[in-house]
């Protein structure tokens, strides 16, 4: 006997949207999702840097973002340090330049005052 045969295969469905506690963000799950320390996500927030939207609410004391608020954040995320950026400048030196000079022998203090300004 043959097996049955099936009309065509459905088609994978889409999973469906998150919702309840699955759709927020606490601290630590955002942190997770950007790679980077738990108390840099703070201090983002305490510095109210422009890429991170301030969240949606508070649970538990904590702040607390939907899934749907944070879409894109790894675009918009200026990787580095907050703020503008440290200009350093830089100088080439020859190698010559770059040596120390050296002294042949060190300095000595001579601790007798000098003749002619003796105390009285």
């Known amino acids: 006997m043959e097996p049955p045969t099936t ?3 459905a088609p994978p ?13 606490d601290i630590g799950r955002l942190a997770d999702r950007l ?11 305490s ?6 939207p301030a ?10 973002w939907r899934a749907s608020t944070l879409d894109g954040i790894e675009a918009r995320r200026a990787p580095g340090r907050p ?3 440290r200009r350093i400048i830089a100088t080439i030196l020859p190698p010559a330049a770059t040596a120390l000079p050296t002294l042949d022998a060190p300095p000595t203090l001579d601790a007798r005052p000098p003749s002619g300004t003796e105390r009285p």
């Not at 469905?13 to 963000?25: C, E, H």
């Not at 790679?35 to 927030?45: I, M, S």
């Not at 510095?47 to 991170?52: A, D, E, G, I, S």
């Open 13 to 25: 469905s889409t999973p469906p949207p998150q919702r309840g506690l699955d759709d927020l963000y």
């Open 7 to 9: 009309a065509a295969a």
């Open 55 to 64: 969240p949606d609410g508070r649970l538990n004391g904590g702040a607390v």
């Open 83 to 85: 703020g503008p950026k």
């Open 35 to 45: 790679g980077v320390e738990h108390a840099t996500v703070r201090v983002w927030l």
């Open 47 to 52: 510095r109210k840097v422009p890429w991170l």
